[in-house]
């Protein structure tokens, strides 16, 4: 038996993966777009406190994704002040003198 053949025959990694056990992302609601609707992939980079703040945040909301919570953010956020805010620089230096 050759070494590529083992390889090709070996049990797919992701496959054993969850059926190992459920991963760490078990049971999270996930964000589904309307029918027709293109999901737009970004890259987006947290402080590693922003990124702990939005996840305590998203899972106490219903155990929602980073997506979901964002999406339902945003338009808690337009429904309350018309549209999202438009941030400046000056903005943020306010923002941390006043936190």
Partial sequence: MTANHRRACAPN???TRQTAGMGV???TRRNRLPRGQKAVYDHVSFAP???ED????????GNLSLSMYLERLALLVK???GAL????DDTTEALKQTA
């Fill in 54 to 61: 939005f996840g305590q945040a998203a899972r106490a909301s």
């Fill in 49 to 51: 406190t922003t990124a």
């Fill in 79 to 81: 429904t309350e002040h």
């Fill in 25 to 27: 992302n078990a049971g």
């Fill in 85 to 88: 805010p438009l941030l400046t």
């Fill in 13 to 15: 990694r992701l496959l």
